[in-house]
């Protein structure tokens, strides 16, 4: 059985491609881009977590204590460009989460460019991620992010 | 990209290999035995729910009022045995799932032999279909289902 189209198979389902955002002093934008990759599983699949965690060769596993889950996570912008991305270019997803995909890849290419650190860079970061789909795991509503940026601008 | 493998992939997040029990005193046993393969996706993934439909030539896509997702939807006895379960076999998942699949197979070939139809089977196929990692869809606690097909013997 071919691995690599399995891994797009379970991760069309159980995967997610999240970009966050969180307040942080130290950046001239005034917010920290963190985008990641996640696959979450019950304890008793912990094996599978292991085993795409070997495939792709990066990235970590951790318990969350939030939703009692094991989490297979890469947050490296690195790994995800050359390791994650590629992947999912190669062995497409096929449900609307490739639209997510889309999205994930393209804030990637743009903080790969450093863009992320302008805030003309940071504004269009965060007009894509917002028109992905899980806006549940995000702290902030996309206009008082929008907010603080600008107020750094001034 | 092969999808053969894909849709185990997929199948191990969002799939479910279920066994029912109705109380149905149309049979000897007073159990009625619904074994269903089902895979539940959200509107916006109806496209692959109907790839899948067509891959496995069976079955059919419903909308579930109850949780708002649309399910491709298995319960021929005869497409599971010949359509569903030989695809499992071959292209093997890879999470527990595997375990509930196994059960699932072994409950099939049991209906297929015609034993539900007596109190020996039917309470042969409780208690596999109770070690069986999905119990929340079940409608009776395994002691009450046991307890329906019992006094059907007196």
Do not use: W
Request: proline share 2%; glycine share 6%.
């Amino acid at each position: 059985m071919e691995f690599s189209t399995y891994v797009t198979g379970f991760v069309d389902g159980e995967g997610s491609f999240l970009v966050s955002f969180n307040r942080n002093g130290k950046f001239v934008t005034g917010i920290e881009v963190r985008p990641s990759f996640t696959v979450s599983q019950h304890r008793r699949n912990l094996a599978i977590l292991k085993r795409i965690h070997e495939y792709f060769g990066c990235g970590s596993i951790r318990f969350d204590r939030h939703d009692q889950t094991y989490k297979y996570e890469v947050r490296s912008l690195d790994d995800l460009k050359k390791k994650i991305i590629p992947h999912f270019e190669k062995y497409p997803l096929q449900t609307s989460k490739v639209n997510d995909f889309k999205q994930f890849s393209a804030i990637c290419k743009t903080m790969k460019e450093n863009k992320h650190r302008s805030h003309a860079g940071i504004l269009e970061i965060i007009e894509q991620a917002y028109t992905m789909n899980n806006h549940g795991a995000r702290r902030y509503a996309k206009e008082d992010l929008l907010q603080m940026v600008r107020k750094m601008k001034v």
